[in-house]
């Protein structure tokens, strides 16, 4: 079972809006990421956890805040977008670090 | 740093046919994996197959296969007896041995025609 999830599906929000992603996987994973991925381009690498530890930061916005509870979850809190935020954010799991990464449905965020 | 280029934006195959997705990449690295990911209309990133550079045998599942060739950095993808499920974008990717990160290429649309 390879299976990462996601949600919501689908969000909009405004510039002062706060909501937050969530993923989750119960496969024992214990390296997650985030990406953000525009229409038509790959995807880009933003947050890396490993073993619930902040591993990788790709020089994101603050406004971008990921979070990692526990092993099976991973949250991205957001607050204060912009209208080029507006894109579909992936979550990806590997067993660990340096492994295959297998990725959730994603999230197509609409800021308005 | 490592670069992986999809050189073909989009392609197109018959119903049953035969495609290649061609992908090159650039790397000092002796020791590296390569994928290839489908994304369908749907969204959800699928992976295809995956290669590891020290083996010499090409990766297989079912009706995808590549081609590898390290010493020309290439790794195409087949797809045998294409079918409508098969339209997607299709991302090939680069990781280090021990890296953390993967290096997409551009991507490549693959259209089926009935």
């Known amino acids: 079972d390879t299976e990462v999830t996601q949600t919501p599906k689908h969000l909009v929000m405004g510039m002062t809006n706060k909501k937050s992603l969530k993923c989750e996987q119960h496969m024992g994973h214990r390296a997650m990421y985030w990406y953000k991925q525009k229409a038509k381009k790959p995807p880009e690498l933003m947050f890396v956890y490993s073993y619930e530890k902040l591993s990788i930061n790709e020089s994101v916005p603050s406004r971008f805040s990921p979070e990692c509870p526990n092993s099976s979850l991973l949250n991205l809190h957001l607050h204060a977008l912009q209208p080029e935020d507006s894109a579909l954010y992936l979550c990806?799991?590997?067993?660990?670090?340096?492994?295959?990464?297998?990725f959730g449905p994603g999230t197509r965020l609409l800021v308005l | 740093a490592q670069t992986v280029t999809q050189s073909q934006p989009e392609m197109s195959v018959q119903e049953a046919e035969t495609v290649t997705l061609s992908c090159t990449y650039d790397?000092?690295?002796?020791?590296?994996?390569l994928f290839w990911y489908k994304q369908p209309p749907s969204r959800q990133m699928i992976l295809v197959i995956r290669q590891e550079a020290y083996k010499q045998q090409n990766a297989t599942e079912n009706r995808f296969s590549v081609n590898f060739q390290k010493a020309a950095k290439s790794f195409s993808l087949k797809i045998s007896d294409s079918q409508l499920g098969d339209a997607a974008m299709y991302f090939c990717a680069y990781r280090r041995e021990y890296g953390n990160k993967l290096v997409f290429g551009a991507g490549t649309i693959l259209r089926v025609k009935s």
């Open positions: 990806a799991s590997s067993q660990i670090l340096a492994e295959t990464q297998y």
């Open positions: 790397t000092s690295e002796s020791d590296y994996y």
